[in-house]
């Protein structure tokens, strides 16, 4: 399959379900006489008093509390800082050449291309059928997930590390790691590990639940279990920067029928079998992506906040101090009423001054103590002046430039074009690069930036 | 018309989501009598969380969460049992000028998946969720929800090449 063939299989997908689903009709469509109603009826007038009864019961706490003051206490935000004006929209962005190698895969994946800015696209070829999640490491190493099979049998899966050469091909394969206890479900994309010698990824185990972090060659150990049905599904290993732990998220959904979801910052080390919690975000709160602070004392994590009934009600940018016994978070930004999948980030520059995420479709930098925040133009928007953008932001080794996809258009919009954007983060921050904009999308995406 | 959180309004509320609750049930479970069951089971614990839904709002993401989920737990309770979809009852009100050989055979490629792969199709094939709305309902990541995705289209074509003739295959235009 090429990739110009998917969105026709997927549109013919569409009309299949629409095709058969519509034409089926439920045997209860009236509410009065259907059996939900019959069994809500019975208890609903005792629950309505139960209710009464405990709101006041409430309301007489608080005021034994102290009142006002107390339910203020309760009740108080952490603050958010205000962000200032961005610079104006670029009528187009710059197009050029740039010294690094991008790394990604096209639309749904299959197949991995590495590419300099403005340059020709390569090919890599001859690892297997289907490979994903390239991954720049050490000294032009690249890491890759490559299936012997289109269908990804689990027994054949396997970590291959190349070469980057340069002209953009690829070595012959310098590392092959079988993976042969991999779970079949939800695996994530890898992270290499700071020294270089291993990965961690997560993933379910079987249907019940137990999820594992494992770094093939170094460990592979079960750390924890499912919390309820749908078991969490984990995701975002992301390395502490000593290489000791790795911490990662899951979500859990404690009624079993998606109400009130929640997720977990869990942090996994690597000579235990036991996760250590480190957050549990509030109710109706789920975390898209983590960061580790260069320093290993802080992580950055950005959510999302949603209410039942209205799906996402806005995202969060939050900052957690990592340290015995004492974890404090502080939020950073945040951003209400809008689509949370033009939401990238975080990621923290390699010295740890500066954060980088984009809310609302517009990359922002600044300091992780919320100081000197600025959004930079976005390249993409729509007629309402809507930027987009998708994961991931990635800092070049020496802090200067930013990384980050950008879509065309919501993608609540069939098949939006999406384009890969370098700012320079050093003078205004308007972009110096893009990859040309492309339907269906860049996936994956891993950026190396080499000396000249 | 916002939904107010009292029982007449509650009635107004299912009659009109009713019917889709109802066939995304029966895309998860492929069985009518289950998904009849699901839905029902859905609408009780909609009704006991009503309060927390906000229905001013567009679309019914809030009702297809708690759907999925019951379907989802619906499959794992009867994972010993055989559940297939009756392709002649499904199609027994097909338009059949339209209903090819090949669309049943695409919807019977379906059983391939696995419940969660088959949840997040439904989501977003037939419902038409983004990313971020389905990661939400099923409790993952957006790029979790991708992945799920790009294997499911990848069995399901694998399904239908090896049931060649009779199956499209994704050259399809």
Redesign the interface.
């Known amino acids: 399959m090429n990739d110009f063939e998917q969105p026709a299989f997927e549109r013919q997908l569409r009309a299949t379900l629409h095709d058969v689903l519509d034409a089926e009709h439920g045997p209860h469509p009236g509410w009065a006489d259907s059996p939900a109603a019959n069994r809500v009826a019975g208890g609903e007038r005792a629950k309505r008093w139960n209710a009464g009864n405990l709101r006041l019961l409430a309301i007489a706490a608080v005021l034994a509390m102290g009142g006002a003051a107390a339910a203020g206490a309760f009740l108080r935000n952490v603050p958010t800082p205000r962000l200032p004006e961005t610079t104006p929209f670029p009528s187009r962005p710059v197009t050029g050449a740039t010294n690094g190698w991008v790394a990604y895969t096209h639309g749904t994946g299959g197949q991995i291309f590495v590419t300099r800015m403005g340059g020709q696209e390569t090919l890599i070829r001859g690892l297997g059928p289907r490979q994903s999640c390239p991954q720049f490491g050490p000294g032009g190493l690249m890491a890759m997930a490559v299936s012997a099979t289109l269908d990804t049998d689990p027994t054949q899966w396997r970590i291959v590390v190349v070469r980057l050469m340069a002209d953009g091909s690829a070595s012959d394969e310098l590392t092959t790691i079988f993976v042969e206890e991999r779970p079949q479900d939800n695996v994530s994309c890898f992270e290499w590990s700071p020294s270089g010698d291993s990965f961690a990824y997560t993933a379910l185990l079987g249907s019940d639940g137990v999820f594992t972090i494992a770094t093939p060659g170094l460990f592979y150990s079960p750390i924890g279990t499912g919390r309820d049905f749908p078991p969490p599904i984990p995701d975002y290993a992301r390395w502490k920067p000593d290489g000791t732990a790795v911490a990662f998220v899951s979500a859990a959904n404690p009624h079993g029928d998606g109400t009130d979801m929640y997720s977990m910052i869990d942090l996994a080390f690597v000579d235990a079998s036991a996760a250590h919690p480190l957050l549990r975000t509030d109710p109706n709160e789920i975390i898209n992506d983590i960061a580790w602070s260069p320093d290993g004392t802080a992580i950055a994590y950005r959510g999302t906040r949603f209410v039942p009934g209205a799906g996402s009600a806005g995202s969060f940018v939050r900052v957690l101090t990592v340290g015995a016994g004492n974890v404090e978070r502080l939020q950073l930004d945040e951003l209400n009423d809008h689509q949370s999948a033009s939401d990238a980030g975080p990621a923290w520059s390699p010295d740890g001054s500066q954060l980088a995420w984009a809310l609302g479709g517009e990359l922002r930098v600044g300091a992780p103590d919320g100081s000197g925040w600025r959004g930079l133009p976005p390249v993409s928007s729509d007629a309402l002046g809507t930027g987009w953008a998708t994961d991931p932001v990635i800092w070049s080794a020496d802090g200067s430039q930013l990384l980050v996809g950008q879509l065309s258009q919501s993608p609540l919009v069939r098949d939006p074009e999406s384009s890969v954007v370098v700012y320079d983060v050093t003078g205004e921050g308007q972009p110096t690069g893009v990859l040309p904009w492309r339907l269906g999308g860049y996936g994956r995406l891993s950026w190396q930036v080499v000396s000249n | 018309m916002a ?1 107010r959180p009292d ?1 007449s309004d ?3 509320f ?2 009109r989501t ?2 889709v ?3 995304t049930a ?2 998860i479970v492929r069985d ?1 009598a289950l ?2 069951d699901v ?7 909609a ?3 009503r309060d ?4 001013d ?1 567009p ?5 297809h ?2 759907v ?3 379907a ?2 619906a499959v ?1 309770r009867n ?1 010993l049992t055989v559940v297939e979809a009756d392709l002649t009852a ?6 059949h000028a ?2 090819t050989s090949e ?2 055979s ?2 019977a490629a379906l059983a391939e998946l ?1 419940p ?1 792969q088959r949840a997040a ?2 989501l977003r ?2 419902l ?1 969720y ?4 389905i ?10 929800v ?6 499911a ?6 399904k239908l090449d090896s049931d060649k003739p009779l199956a ?1 295959t ?4």
């Open positions: 939904f029982v509650f009635g107004d299912y009659e009713y019917q609750a109802f066939r029966l895309g009518a998904a009849a839905t029902q089971d859905a609408y009780v614990a009704y006991r969380h927390r839904f906000r229905g709002a679309g019914h993401a809030w009702l969460k708690i999925v989920n019951q989802l737990s794992r994972r499904l199609s027994r009100s097909l338009d339209r209903a669309r049943l695409l919807f696995n969660k199709v439904i094939y037939y038409d983004d990313y971020a709305t990661a939400q309902i099923l409790g993952t990541s957006s790029t979790n991708g992945a799920m995705l790009s294997r289209l990848d069995r399901l074509r694998l499209m994704g050259t399809a235009r």
